[in-house]
């Protein structure tokens, strides 16, 4: 992987990832697709949609469908039918939101698998294998995400345990690495403390990763004290490596982590509510589900050149809601996914011609959160 | 609506159905969009699949949305955002199979929404308007489809029903109509009776409907008392218009019907199937869930050129379908309809080159029903 760093507009930052498997504007939004999947979608809507990466979860096709099959395909770029790149996380994460029976410590982490029950260990150097076997061109350290609230010394003890194994997924990495341009990311962790957040930075940077994304946000905590991580880290983060937030967020939070030189961010958001039947728009979300668009012939909306806005009406969408229709939420997403990206792009457009701040007070003011 | 009757191959016919909205190749299959969706499948999809016309269902669109809400959308064709044909049936099976409680006379059927219980009247009449409402370019009048096993007397008395209503239903339509080129089919009933069929086929003969269908089969009866009901009917009927026998079926039995001379037909198998993980293939169904896909690398069929088939393992859907993942039923549902869509369009081939017969047999031979 190879990072450009084409533009700055104050902090905020343009700039491109270059891969063998294709080129990625920053900052980027990544749609997930868990388990080898963007929910609803074919990896042809995807690239029709302009989405230039996506992020599956390392966690979730080590249960299902387990490594062996991925690796009967060559890895999952071919069993998912995408051929642009993928970052994967490394479980970390669904470690701690998603397994109720867990095991620490410095060596290993063993969890119950939430489909048969069956105990997991996941070790940096498991985490990187699979990584490898799933073929992904970003991967993510292996690292434990400290929960929230936290004392300072639960933070501490956390953080110091993401710290060695940051290096040993860094060292797992390096073994197992070929001739492939992949690339290999840290995570900061350090809950809301800034003197943590920045000692981990330190330390992190003192390990040659190609990028450094910052963990433990967006896990309940309010706007300001995310804000202020994020504003006590960015500066002091490297320029010529990307900054990646991690399962973060709303259009909102998307433009404040932009405006502070963030590059890449992912999330469930535009996906999942989409098959709630939630609809963001730019002035705001839209829930199709409710009565008063029974007989509503608008697009959901009306700047939009999606193919759902093209072609249907709310009162149709809500009608494929309200009878469960599959399509219903497929044409949320397309919608969602199209909006993301676009917004994306619009940030894009803003720093180039040097006006990401004024593009930033003009969406927030149209925007009902 | 013209039909035109291109050519025979002993009793198996090649022929199209003009529109302004587009040509029909026949023999054709319609796939099913009950609730003016076929499910998974966007219009794009459909077209990309070769559909020329599809079929929806008045009982279900007239519960939900209703006809209310489609007239704001000017009918059905813009509010699923489909500019081809439409078949739309009249609701009478439906009431059958759907409704628990009914009160039916010879001027109107009353029965139960399965929404919100509410009691609903169909007349003739009422279900012309609403075809009309729904800009139905096919549309059907409203019959009582005979349960089966039925008594003689049974049959007879259903089927005299079905004929006063099928004269009002064309007096209705005949009101109704407008300068679009819109047609109306005529049913045959008459339950598994020989003589009550033919005598059915008689009096709707007098009327001048632009097509008969078949109704009353696929209700339960073995192959041959179908067969024996076909056979006793298509040599009859006349030969310059279309012949469309309702909600069938599997390959099979597709083949056989057009062997007889059958011209159009519809069915929910390849849709439904596909979300019940039921692939259809030259040689038989293959049932994806099944663990011995688990690794299977090739696609669902050698053959198939499909989307799916071109793009996924049996080992990629197997793990959709393991996982709900929504895709996993698009992808069957892509396929099914590519095999039902290429299955007719080889028949319209084998037709074309005098060659059904042998056609017919090497299907049935390499296919495992």
Redesign the interface.
Known sequence: MRFELLQQDDTSRLGKLHFLRGEIQTPVFMPVGT???V??????DLESLGAEIILSNTYHLMI??GE??IS??QGLHQ???WDRPILTDSGGYQIWSLSTKRTINDDFVEFDSPVNGDMIRLTPEIAMRIQKTLGSDIQMVLDECTHYPATKDEAYVSMKRSEKWAEKSFQAYEDLKDDSDSAIFGIIQGGMYSDLRLENLDFLSSIDFDGLAIGGLSVGEPLAERMEVLETLLPQMTQDKPRYLMGLGKPIDIIKAVEVGVDMFDCVIPTRHARNGQIYTHSGVLRIRNAQY??D?KPFDEQCSC?SCK???R??V???F??N???G???ATIHNLYFYLGLMENIRDAISKHCFKEFAKSFIENYQQ
């Not at 929910?39 to 042809?44: A, E, I, Q, R, V």
């Open positions: 388990y080898g999947t929910k609803t979608m074919t990896p042809d299902r469908p062996e099959v009967s395909h069993f998912m039918a029974t007989n012939i193919y072609n249907f009406s009162s149709y809500r009608h494929l309200n009878c229709e599959i399509l939420a497929r044409l």
